[in-house]
């Protein structure tokens, strides 16, 4: 893959990974406002919305972790090759 083309799986990755944590926030800060205020089916729906930010952050960084021991990998493996 082209320089250009990782840096914008990056930040694209990143921007994605940002998302699902605020949403993470939003739905937990939801469930717990609704658990408040007794209403029945909010406290669920936030936390369904927490869970999902939940894995799609997950997901994402362990995506961004498999990509950086790519690089690492590859760096390595150029070092490598200049010493020999």
Known sequence: MSEHKTQAVAEVAAAVSSVASKTTYVGAGTGFFAWLLSIDVLPLLGFLLALAGFIVNLAFKCLE????????????????????
């Open 65 to 84: 972790n498999k990509r950086a021991q790519e690089l690492h990998d590859l760096k390595k493996k150029e070092y490598m090759n200049e010493i020999h």
